[in-house]
């Protein structure tokens, strides 16, 4: 879940605008409804639930902090930010590198073009 979490993070990251508020609303309240009804499928209860989603939703506003200016981080500091959301990842460095080309991948589209290819079987 942390790795899902990490990707959604670099994708508002990178399309947060007023221009995409409405469409990065609908996108954040699905992508967290989907993991609540993960949860519930594996069988935790009410309570549970509402604590795990609690802490998803701490992790992941963390995770969007700790990145906004990943731009201006040098690569000892990403390996650390990286690390800390991610400490149970054998190679860090090659995590480091894919996030990297990920987030390089999402500032060269727009976010209409990632949701056509959604939309569009």
Not at 30 to 53: A, H, P, T, V, W
Not at 76 to 92: A, V
């Amino acid at each position: 879940m942390t790795l899902f979490l990490l990707h959604f993070s670099f994708f508002l990251k990178n399309y947060k605008n007023d221009e995409n508020k409405t469409v990065l609303q609908e996108i954040y309240d699905f992508n967290f409804r989907q993991l609540e009804l993960s949860i519930r499928e594996i069988g935790y209860g009410d309570q549970s639930i509402n604590k795990k989603m609690k802490d998803y939703i701490n992790l992941f506003h963390s995770m969007v902090s700790e990145i906004h200016f990943w731009e201006d981080l040098s690569k000892s500091n990403k390996l650390k930010k990286i690390s800390f959301f991610l400490s149970d990842f054998g190679n860090i460095e090659y995590l480091l590198d894919y996030f990297e080309n990920f987030n390089d991948d999402l500032s060269k589209k727009t976010l209409n073009s990632y949701l056509k290819s959604v939309s569009n079987p």
